[in-house]
């Protein structure tokens, strides 16, 4: 819509009963004005006029409502006689002077339509009670423009109750109403008189009460020069912290001049800390800093400067188009930089996705004779329409389309010249603006943010930063040489690095979308009588602690992104050193070998700490001739979970980098032989290769695994969960399935406080078994009774535990899985049984003259069974996880770090391990 002062003003603004009538106390103060919004409506008369109102939405009949013009004095008049009451104080003598935040209320207008002919009557408080009751931002302009600039400037900045009028405009949210008060000289710098708040910390702290984000609005006014140092930098330097919810301490705000503590109460120190989230933060001290952009703001702040700079050299005519390389990975600014160019050009750029596009035709166009030659494509008709003017193009994601592409552009690089291909005719694309983005020098960018990351997103250095920069343009261009064919380099006219994001500048960027994400649920619920969707919304989201999860949301989408494309040539491994007790196993930096066949690489994330790991470090077995071997590497570890990193050949329907894996003691089995094929028995494959012992374990962070026997993590089980679950949890399940104890039999688990014992103690109540747990002090039989456990045997006070056993179960217990690698345990067990019962052997004595078994006299006598159980099958695996993604089993667990291996051990070997320990890779 044009509106022009000469407009005939017959526009006008709806009568309600309401109007300049609401003196009651509890409307009196409001800022929901959605509460009293109405519809304004001003439309030129030329335009075909419709007045819309809450009591006539639609008027079917055009029908014109003359208004009387408003004399001068009239409402204002009474608005100010209505709030100067309520208006603070300003001679007050008190030190602080606090504010809620909260605006006056300001009657609705009678009507918006000046005095004749426009020269008189500008009322300021006419607007800013329009605007409090919803008049947008047409709304506001129509009504501008009845008047003088001269008059409107006169007044833009006066006070209504002791606020500035662009207070009014900021508090409507919109930021095209403050953006027209600012065009008036409208002070962005503006303060609440009587306390002294500034328009910014107003702005900020004004999202709480009308329950919605204002970041758009804060950054409005810092992009129009509003200064950040209005609120002490203790709220946003450093951004990317999190404030406490009573907002900086009194020695953070110690430097703070006296009167801005005179506004910043307690109240408004915890309202602004709730209210300055993320975003606000990051605009803060960008606004803060911006007097000396960084490498880095150029790309993301002021991308203009560079740009200016760019169309500087634009003016010199040549016949050549500028061709730009825009180099750095996905989502880093390279498509909002080409937008801004085109912003600033007042031009559409074309977007060009060079990944559908392979062949010359699909690019141009095909010639006369063809079939849909005469249509043409979007970029022939785009060059086409702007022959001989300015115009841009970006071809996105360059080094996806083919050689073929790259020679077709030569000709219009070099000459500026190109042919319709609809019809022929020659078109000058001189004045073109190519813009070629790519990301296939992500490599070389990302490896140069690593080294120099600190330097460029934090240091002070410019000179440094600026000789980084060069060197780093100039690698690219060798990169893009080496990359693209030598015509189509020859024409690059410069080379724009996109670097990545720091991690801080990533938490705000995904803050912006959790805010986008907050403004759309709360959109209104709709509801469709004839539909099966279902709309959400009416909801209020409050992030708190807004960095921390932003930056945790960034850092999981980041590692994601980086670790497709980068894998290192090294990584640490916890490396075993020496032989027998005293071996230990320090951090040693070891190669990152790659998936081959049949293989993929697992990001180990949690490793579990098995008793075996202990005793193949210290060479426990050595005396059974199990050691570890030497394609072991001396790296341990046979509970890994992780997250696929690498897949190799042959492995890609079953795996995706990204998916989560699980890496267990057996590591692959051949597949073919009789015990692999048997269905059950896999586990005595004579060819199978052992985690940890033939082959190096997880206690390292990139571990090589059989694509087709590594197990996949299901949803719900957490990896430090899944780790210990794939030795120590399929163990404890296998042998419980092993005992052959039906639902409502007894099972007795010696050793149930223990790493595998607690374990047992869950899948075999959840299998219906009634479990009676052995081990000694009040500790493990608060944490046995806790599992599931019926009753608790304490070794160290019981004298006869057989004997006790019987007095529970009568007959005996119709199982006893053996865990204790002890003489007693074994020696035991057979005396726990009722005739018939079955007795699992698990644990592994260092000592070589245990046996499992009994007396042949009893073993007849008693019809027992003896078996051994070890680990568990694949299946077994899948099923055991299962009963954890179902909330049945849970792991305790100890919970350490790599480095700190060789303690874990010990605290072992000393019996001091509660439940699992688990270790961060
Ligand atoms: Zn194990
Ligand atoms: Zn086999």
């Given at each position: 819509m044009d509106y022009r002062m000469d407009d005939t003003p017959a526009h006008l603004y709806p009568v309600s009963p309401n109007a300049g009538g609401h003196t009651n106390s509890s409307s009196r103060r409001t800022s929901r004005a959605s509460s009293l919004r109405r519809e304004f409506d001003v439309a030129p008369s030329s335009s075909g006029q419709q007045i819309k109102s809450p009591e006539n939405p639609d008027p079917p009949v055009r029908k014109v409502i003359v208004v009387e013009p408003p004399s001068p004095q009239q409402l204002p008049a009474q608005a100010s006689e209505n709030l100067e009451s309520s208006a603070p104080d300003p001679e007050s003598g008190q030190e602080q002077v606090g504010w809620d935040f909260v605006l006056p209320f300001i009657p609705a207008p009678a009507s918006l339509t000046p005095g004749p002919g426009g020269a008189s009557g500008f009322n300021i408080t006419t607007i800013v009670g329009a605007l409090q009751h919803g008049a947008d931002e047409q709304v506001v302009q129509t009504y501008f423009n009845y008047f003088n600039p001269m008059i409107i400037e006169q007044h833009i900045n006066d006070s209504i109750a002791g606020v500035p009028a662009i207070f009014f405009a900021a508090a409507t949210n919109n930021d095209r109403i403050l953006r027209a008060f600012i065009a008036f000289g409208g002070d962005i710098n503006a303060v609440h008189e009587p306390s002294q708040v500034p328009l910014i910390a107003f702005a900020i702290a004004h999202s709480e009460t009308i329950e919605k984000d204002t970041s758009d609005i804060v950054a409005t006014l810092l992009s129009m020069g509003a200064t950040p140092r209005a609120i002490p930098e203790a709220f946003y330097v450093p951004y990317f912290r999190d404030l406490a919810e009573e907002g900086p301490s009194d020695e953070e705000l110690k430097d703070v001049a006296t009167s801005t503590m005179r506004w910043l109460n307690k109240e408004a120190r915890a309202k602004l800390a709730r209210t300055v989230h993320l975003t606000n933060r990051y605009n803060l001290e960008r606004a803060l800093k911006t007097k000396r952009p960084s490498a880095r703001h150029w790309q993301i702040a002021q991308p203009q400067q560079v740009l200016s700079e760019l169309l500087s050299n634009l003016a010199v005519p040549s016949k050549r188009p500028l061709v730009l390389v825009f180099a750095g990975p996905s989502g880093h600014g390279k498509t909002e930089m080409a937008r801004r160019l085109g912003y600033l050009m007042n031009l559409q750029p074309l977007v060009v996705d060079c990944t559908i596009v392979k062949r010359e035709i699909e690019l141009f166009g095909g010639r006369d004779p063809y079939i849909n030659a005469a249509r043409g494509t979007p970029l022939n008709n785009h060059l086409a329409k702007y022959h001989g003017e300015r115009s841009i193009v970006f071809l996105d994601e360059f080094e996806k389309t083919s050689s073929e592409v790259h020679q077709a552009l030569l000709l219009p690089f070099d000459n500026g010249e190109y042919q319709d291909r609809r019809n022929g005719d020659k078109i000058d694309c001189s004045k073109t603006i190519w813009v070629i983005a790519t990301n296939a020098l992500d490599d070389k960018i990302r490896n140069f943010c690593q080294e120099h990351g600190a330097t460029i997103w934090n240091g002070d250095d410019e000179v440094k930063q600026a000789r980084l920069m060069k060197a780093l343009s100039k690698e690219l261009k060798e990169g893009f040489l080496s990359h693209f064919s030598a015509p189509v380099t020859g024409r690059i006219s410069a080379f724009m690095p996109f670097l990545l994001f720091s991690p801080g500048e990533q938490a705000a960027i995904a803050h912006k979308y959790l805010l986008e994400l907050g403004r759309k649920v709360r959109d209104p619920v709709k509801l469709s009588a004839d539909s099966e969707e279902r709309f959400v919304g009416n909801v209020r989201l409050h992030i708190h602690r807004d960095a921390s999860i932003s930056t945790s949301f960034t850092e999981s989408e980041l590692k994601m992104a980086t670790q497709t494309v980068s894998i290192p040539k090294e990584q640490l491994a916890a490396v075993r050193v020496g032989g027998g007790d005293s071996a230990t196993a320090p951090l040693k930096t070891v190669p990152v070998t790659l998936p081959g066949p049949g293989e993929i690489l697992v990001k180990i994330n949690w490793t579990g700490l098995c008793a075996s790991d202990k005793s193949l470090i210290h060479d426990e077995w050595a005396g059974f001739g199990v050691s570890m071997q030497p394609d072991a590497n001396g790296i341990a570890g046979h509970e890994g979970a992780g997250t696929v990193v690498a897949v190799g050949e042959g492995e890609e329907d079953r795996w995706k980098v990204g998916d989560r894996a699980g890496v267990k003691w057996?590591?692959?089995?051949?597949?073919?032989?009789e015990f692999c094929t048997n269905g059950v028995d896999e586990c005595h494959c004579p060819t199978q290769k052992n985690s940890g012992f033939t082959i190096a374990g997880t206690f390292q962070q990139y571990c090589l695994a059989s694509g087709r026997y590594t197990t996949r993590i299901p949803e719900g089980v957490t990896d430090e969960e899944a780790g210990p679950i794939m030795c120590g949890g399929v163990t404890a399940y296998t042998a419980c399935k092993r005992s052959n104890v039906r639902p409502g039999q007894w099972i007795v688990l010696p050793g149930a406080g223990g790493g595998l014992g607690h374990f047992a103690v869950q899948y075999a109540r959840a299998m219906g078994m009634r479990v009676i747990a052995i081990d000694g002090g009040p500790e493990k039989e608060a944490l046995c009774k806790q599992l599931g456990a019926e009753f608790y045997i304490d070794f160290k006070t019981t004298k006869d535990i057989p004997a006790e056993v019987v007095k529970i179960t009568t007959y005996g217990a119709h199982g006893v899985i053996v865990f204790p690698a002890t003489k007693e345990g074994y020696e035991s067990a057979p005396h726990m049984l009722r005739p018939g019962g079955r007795a699992v052997a698990v644990g592994l004595p260092k000592d070589t003259s245990v046996v499992a078994g009994a007396p042949p006299l009893m073993m007849a006598l008693k019809k027992l069974e003896f078996v051994g159980s070890v680990v568990g099958t694949l299946k077994d695996v899948e099923e055991a996880l299962d009963f954890t993604a179902r909330g049945l089993v849970h792991p305790i667990l100890t919970k350490g770090e790599l480095k700190d291996l060789d303690h874990y051990c010990q605290q072992m070997i000393q019996g001091k391990l509660v439940g699992r320990a688990v270790l961060k890779v």
């Open positions: 057996i590591a692959s089995t051949c597949g073919t032989c």
